[in-house]
């Protein structure tokens, strides 16, 4: 039986079943084995959004089949093949993934993220899409200013966060010591300049915009901006802070994720010249 004749028919029996009944759930990690074992390091079979990649078994739930399907919409029908796409806080790659696949042929994708964990399966999933020539990794976040910060992280769990950690992960986290960068210092005027800038950095996205000040008010409309927002994150003038930079920034956010206010509630928005 193939792996993915395998998926199909466990997956119809689990909603057969009942996804979240504790029989499927115990069932889980003998399922991941399996599939790891079959895999034999190659991925599986496996579509985001609609479209065919592989990828390691053990990362099925980060690596949803409907992820963000409307960001992705909105990307897919503007990212143009030739273009450079930044992703700051890629995790194990599930946009960098739909961004090389949107930008091809001659197109490029830089992609940011200071998680050893994480990193390591970006690696594999590179590997498992022949998308090592494509992508390049920096192994670093970036921020409003050049050094060094504590980033706490559990394993590669998407929810690390610099400075402090996640109270979704409390109890579960390590401190690694990780390079911040400016995308300002990364992207200065005498290189290849971006066309997407894609960030989800759980809470740090204001001042990793900081430090991108110079490379937005250079690109202007030619730069698409798409952000993961998380207000709760952001202290109590939060709202009042984002909305200062961007209006020195020159720019408005428009929710893609259905949220009433973009500067006050989680969600993503894409980041547009009035």
Known sequence: MSLDL????????????????????????????????????????????????????????RMGRCYDASVADFLRARVRPGQLCVDVGANVGVYVLQLA???????????????PDARTVLARHLRMNDLEGLVEVIPAAAGAAAGEMPLFAA???????????????????????????????????????????????????????????????????????????HPSEWGPAG???????????????LALTGQGDPLAEYGIVCLEHP
């Open 155 to 229: 394993g590669e769990d998407g929810m690390a966060r610099l400075g402090s950690p996640s109270s979704a992960l409390e109890g579960r986290t390590r401190v690694v010591t990780v390079p911040v960068v400016r995308l300002d210092d990364r992207f200065p005027p005498e290189v290849p300049q971006p066309d997407w800038l894609v960030m989800d950095v759980e809470g740090h996205e204001l001042e990793a915009l900081e430090g991108a000040r110079a490379l937005i008010a250079r690109r202007g409309a030619a730069l698409g901006i798409v952000v993961e927002m």
């Open 239 to 253: 709202k009042e802070r984002a909305q200062a930079l961007l209006t020195r920034l020159d720019l408005r956010a």
């Open 101 to 115: 696949r949107w930008c091809s042929p001659g197109g490029r994708v830089v992609a940011f993220e200071p998680n």
């Open 6 to 61: 395998l998926q199909r028919w466990v997956r119809k029996g689990a909603q057969a079943l009942g996804h979240d009944t504790a029989l499927v759930r115990g069932l889980r990690p003998a399922y991941a084995s399996l599939l790891s074992l079959l895999a034999a390091g190659r991925g599986i079979p496996w579509e985001i959004n609609g479209a065919p990649f592989r990828i390691d078994p053990g990362q099925r739930h």
